[in-house]
């Protein structure tokens, strides 16, 4: 039996200072197009998945949002990059049919933004950690992506009972301004577009390897339309969270760069796998080079195909490298 959201589902949005409920595209329903993501996955569609809509509440009066799939103890964790939300793993979730939490970060999706915009990886750790102890103490794995991979290395460190299992992907501490700058150009474009079309046509020609209508699904739940009738992206515009990994790697609000994270992966006593994008200038041969003097053990997969959206790009091939990481139990 699928758990949808209601028809009244709604998103807080902020116009001009103020928090807004808006119409999530028409208040539609949020799963709706899973069989669309199914379909071009060719994941055969015999009933609607097990997937609903949950929450924490966090120490300062900030929710977490997430999407919790199956019926049993969520054995991953899906932690996704910057700009992004926990729908960019639907795919992959499909693929995988296995349960999981996929979280929207702090400042994402349906998740509070904070009240200073003040989006430190630290912090997203604590804030991390607070709803896998809730939702998922036993995972068996944590993924993260790019901002969400820097996320669970602070994480492991912090939290090292949490993550008995480490899958980065397309991300190391040696992300730089220069490495990000594509991405940034995008995240940091305008804040508001006259229509649905308009913010579509945008991401398809910052993705020309996607098919629009994989784009079209991200755009839908990504954004949201305005009481003006504009369209706004979803994450804090006036956040540092919109552009972490360049703020960091510079040593801006107070991260000092992430050298402290490098440290992390040489203190890991746990599993730890980088998955690469072929295609992605992110990660380059002198960090895998860094990773594996930190830690000698650690796997690296390339991913053929994929840009630095590796479960975007290839959800299907991610999957599997999920589920290796895992042993492919079930």
Aim: hydrophobic share 45%; aromatic share 6%.
């Amino acid at each position: 039996m699928s758990h949808f959201a209601s028809p009244e589902w709604r998103s807080r949005v902020r116009f001009g200072g103020r928090t807004s409920v808006v119409p999530v595209s028409g208040a539609c329903d949020e799963f709706a197009l899973l069989r669309d993501n199914a379909a071009e996955a060719g994941v055969a569609w015999k009933e609607a998945p097990h997937v609903r809509r949950v929450a924490v509440d966090l120490p300062d009066g900030r929710r977490l949002s997430a999407l919790r799939w199956g019926s049993g103890a969520p054995e991953v964790v899906l932690l996704h990059g910057g700009s992004q939300n926990a729908h960019t793993w639907d795919t992959v979730a499909l693929v995988l049919d296995r349960p999981l939490l996929a979280v929207d970060l702090p400042g994402h999706g349906l998740s509070d933004w904070r009240a200073d915009h003040d989006y430190l990886i630290a912090d997203g750790a604590e804030d991390v950690a607070v709803a896998m102890s809730q939702l998922a103490p036993a995972a068996r794995l944590v993924v993260g992506m790019s901002l969400g991979g820097l996320i669970a290395l602070a994480l492991a460190a912090a939290h090292p009972d949490l993550v008995p299992r480490l899958l980065l992907v397309d991300v190391t501490p040696g992300v730089n301004p220069e490495k990000v700058k594509a991405i940034n150009d995008f995240v940091r474009g305008p804040e508001s577009f006259a229509g649905f079309d308009e913010i579509l046509e945008r991401t398809v020609r910052h993705n020309p390897g996607r098919t629009e209508a994989s784009l079209r699904r991200g755009v839908m739940h990504n954004a949201v339309a305005g009481p003006d009738g504009r369209w706004h992206w979803r994450w804090d515009p006036a956040g540092t969270s919109a552009g972490t990994l360049a703020a960091g790697a510079a040593g801006d609000h107070g991260q000092g760069g992430f050298d402290a994270l490098w440290d992390a992966i040489e203190a890991l006593g746990v599993p730890l796998v980088l998955a690469r994008g072929s295609r992605s200038a992110v990660v380059d041969d002198d960090d895998v080079a860094e990773l594996r003097r930190r830690k000698p053990d650690a796997g690296v997969v390339v991913v053929d195909g994929a840009g630095h959206s590796v479960q975007g790009d290839r959800p299907g091939d991610l999957a599997a490298v999920i589920a290796a990481v895992l042993g492919d139990e079930k």
